[in-house]
């Protein structure tokens, strides 16, 4: 089956009404013919300005995290009702940026990819492996386990239906290092996650989800990974801030007007 790939943006902790207002207006005059779904997840507080610069485009809204909690005394969250009521698709959920300072356990992780799905998110959950991980254990064995755990913490293993989930690895020691994975460590991570896809959800439902990769994607390299049979696209931290960056990872840069 094909589906279409993704790249999904992550602003992270960055920009100003002013810089979001150029680069979404510039973004959405290049979607027309995107060659991919093509998303950004934006800061909370600038949900409602994205959402309007985005309206009637193709160009799709995420998140950076969401609550496990539906509602209540959780000062600082943001619940999965309220970004669905902002026209959020996507949700991020266990980067290890969040992993690391935030101190979020896989047993959290697994309660907020099921509060995204309750609400009709799509959980974007980050998977990955620090050098430390890669030097003790291989490419694969941390990132499967996180994934392991998390979709048994959100009560999705051997359950009837197909949530539609997004799984990006992320190999930490490749994020914002400018030292991209190789497109071979990419694939090899990638198809071992869809093979414990394929063996806690069954296989259509690993066939049906998209694997992205993360970590120093450029337009210099996008290529090699999309050309990976179980790498359906990529999360882009860096990159999606500079709009020619981006549209030009996303293939639809001689759309954009310069
Ligand atoms: P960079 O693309 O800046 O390496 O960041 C990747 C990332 O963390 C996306 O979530």
């Known amino acids: 089956m094909t589906k279409k790939k993704l790249i999904a943006g992550n602003w992270k902790m960055n920009g100003s009404l002013a810089a979001n207002d150029a680069l979404v207006r510039a973004l959405v005059a290049g979607m027309k013919d995107a060659a991919c779904t093509v998303a950004v997840c934006v800061p909370a507080p600038y949900l409602a300005q994205v ?64 509060a995204a799905i309750k609400h009709g998110l799509v959980p974007i959950l980050c998977v990955g492996e620090t050098a430390d991980d890669l030097e003790k254990h291989g490419p694969s064995a941390v990132p499967v386990a996180q994934l392991r755990a998390a979709l048994a913490g959100a009560g999705l293993v051997d359950k009837k239906g197909t949530p539609d989930i997004v799984v990006a690895y992320e190999p930490v020691w490749a994020i914002g290092s400018g030292q991209a994975a190789t497109a071979e460590q990419a694939e090899q991570v990638a198809a ?40 359906d696209g990529a999360l882009v931290g860096g990159a999606s801030l500079d709009v020619t960056e981006f549209a030009s990872i996303a293939r639809f840069q001689k759309h954009v007007g310069t």
Do not use: W
Not at 74 to 85: D, H, P, Q, R, W
């Open 192 to 231: 071992k996650l869809r093979e414990t896809l394929a063996e806690l959800l069954g296989a259509d439902v690993a066939d049906a989800t998209r694997i992205l990769y993360g970590g120093s994607v450029k337009s210099g390299n996008i290529a090699s990974f999309m050309r990976e049979p179980n790498v």
């Open 51 to 114: 959402q309007a610069l985005c309206a009637g485009s193709a160009l799709e809204l995420g998140a950076q995290d969401v609550s496990p909690h539906e509602q209540g005394a959780y000062t600082g969250e943001v619940s999965a009702a309220m970004l669905k009521e902002f026209g959020v698709r996507y949700a991020i959920v266990g980067h290890s940026e969040r992993r690391q300072y935030h101190g979020e356990t896989d047993e959290q992780l697994g309660r907020k990819v099921a």
